[in-house]
């Protein structure tokens, strides 16, 4: 038995993530054991230069409007189709060869020759200790700036475009973990060499795992499935694996540890806030009955926070606010990505746009799919969709209805149990075995595309 407890503070890599959006510093933040605990943002450290900090402030700027224009009619409609094809997924069928650069990619390298990420680089070769990046920028700074450990990237969505690729993938000392078995065969497509792609699944959370043989997770997967499942329709049918993989039943009214809930995620952006409230509006006679709990998240986001405390007050439940409805609060990213961790031991229902959180199915949650903002989120949906393990929304405006038509199916437990099932969970496990290079007791991964 490997063992899997890592003192805070030793160092066995660089964990580098770029604060843009939530999704490549979710990632960052779940494999910061390997850092000692930290993790750097390639576009944000100290001694950063600022003709640094001032290129990626700007490329920063232009995905944040846009979108947050995205809901306006026609021209915020343009400007993120733009945006989008700028940084779009070709069809993957039929397989051919997609190696040639885009101009997304071209730009990127543009930046790079300027000397962006050149500082970094040489900072980090001080201690030349494996770099594992979340992100593709820094990846190709150290691969163009010549750092001398190894190189490692990280995928975040089910899909990939060119852009994660280097110019010459075949000459690139830059290795991949692969989110899924899909960016497995794109990274071919793209160039990069069989030997430097890892399948892996995408780095969830320790603290909502625990350990290779998941025993935290299937504990509170239990008490999910007991909320999920009030009359007893999914698990009679499942009665058989549920026993092998969970132990014994156990679900009665007061065996689940926490009411029924759901959590409603926006990114980092702030966009779709306000699906949130009508959301909310539409639950709000059970919630005051106390039939489902509500978790309003806005990240780091204080504006949106008081959007959502002003629509609860509004909606006439404050008397139910910290208990029934909770808008939490984050002083800062990091304390976000714990805190939210914190949130989903007891979410059942977790509903947000299909950004990487749709990976979150694999910790056994239900996921409910907001409308998809860019093509790596559309295919992230297709990819939930096809692992079972989530379902696009219904109206808003009648969520107390065809929610609970689906819960008291039994379909949404279903869907947590598929996630579990289906998914990777333990894409962290195996990136600290490969990186550290230690023998792994992770099974295989099956290439599920």
């Known amino acids: 038995m490997a063992n899997h407890s890592h003192n805070q503070g030793q160092m066995g890599a660089w964990v580098v993530d770029v604060n843009m959006g939530y999704g490549h510093s979710r990632a960052a933040h779940a494999l910061k054991d390997l850092s000692g605990g930290h993790v750097l943002s390639a576009n944000d450290y100290k001694g950063i230069p600022a003709s640094d900090k001032k290129l990626w402030k700007e490329s920063r700027e232009l995905y944040e409007t846009i979108s947050r224009l995205k809901p306006l009619p026609i021209i915020g409609d343009i400007l993120f189709d733009a945006l989008d094809r700028w940084q779009e997924i070709e069809p993957f069928y039929p397989r051919r060869d997609l190696s040639k650069p885009n101009l997304q990619l071209t730009q990127i390298y543009r930046l790079i020759k300027k000397?962006?990420?050149k500082h970094l680089i040489a900072k980090l070769a001080e201690n030349p200790i494996p770099l594992i990046t979340t992100f593709f920028i820094p990846a190709f700074c150290a691969d163009y700036f010549d750092y001398p450990g190894d190189i490692w990237c990280v995928t975040t969505d089910a899909d990939i475009s060119r852009a994660w690729v280097p110019l010459d993938p075949k000459k690139s000392r830059i290795k991949y973990f692969a989110s899924n078995g899909r960016v497995v065969e794109r990274l071919k497509l793209y160039g990069v060499r069989d030997e430097n792609i890892f399948l892996t699944g995408f780095p969830l959370p320790k603290e909502l795992i625990g350990g290779p043989n998941a025993t935290v997770l299937k504990d509170l997967l239990t008490h999910r499935l007991c909320n999920l499942d009030p009359q007893g329709i999914f698990s009679s049918i499942h009665a058989r694996a549920l026993r092998a993989e969970l132990g014994p039943a156990r679900c009665s009214v007061a065996s689940s540890a926490h009411?029924?809930?759901?959590?409603?995620s926006v990114g980092g952006a702030g966009a779709q806030r306000q699906l949130g409230v009508k959301l909310l509006n539409s639950?709000?006679?059970?919630?005051s009955q106390g039939k489902i709990r509500v978790n309003l998240v806005a990240g780091v986001n204080k504006a949106a926070a008081k959007y959502y405390r002003d629509a609860v007050v509004a909606a006439g439940l404050k008397k139910h606010l910290?208990?029934?409805?909770?808008?939490?609060?984050?002083e800062s990213r990091?304390?976000?990505?714990?805190?939210f961790n914190d949130l989903l031991k007891t979410t059942d229902i977790l509903w947000t746009k299909p950004s990487e959180l749709s990976f979150y199915t694999g910790l056994g949650i239900a996921v409910i799919m907001a409308p998809p903002i860019g093509s790596q989120e559309e295919f992230n949906r297709t990819w939930l969709q096809y692992v079972g393990g989530g379902i696009s929304q219904g109206d808003p405006a009648y969520t107390d209805e065809w929610l609970f038509d689906w819960i008291d199916s039994g379909g949404m437990a279903r869907m947590a149990w598929n996630g579990f099932a289906q998914a990777p969970t333990h894409g962290t496990y195996r990136i600290e075995d490969i990186v550290l290079g230690r023998e792994s007791e992770m099974r295989k991964l099956p290439l599920i595309v």
């Open 259 to 264: 009411p029924l809930t759901l959590t409603y």
């Open 283 to 287: 639950l709000k006679s059970k919630i």
């Open 334 to 339: 990091e304390a976000y990505f714990s805190g």
């Open 115 to 117: 000397g962006l990420g």
């Open 322 to 330: 910290d208990k029934w409805v909770f808008v939490p609060e984050f």
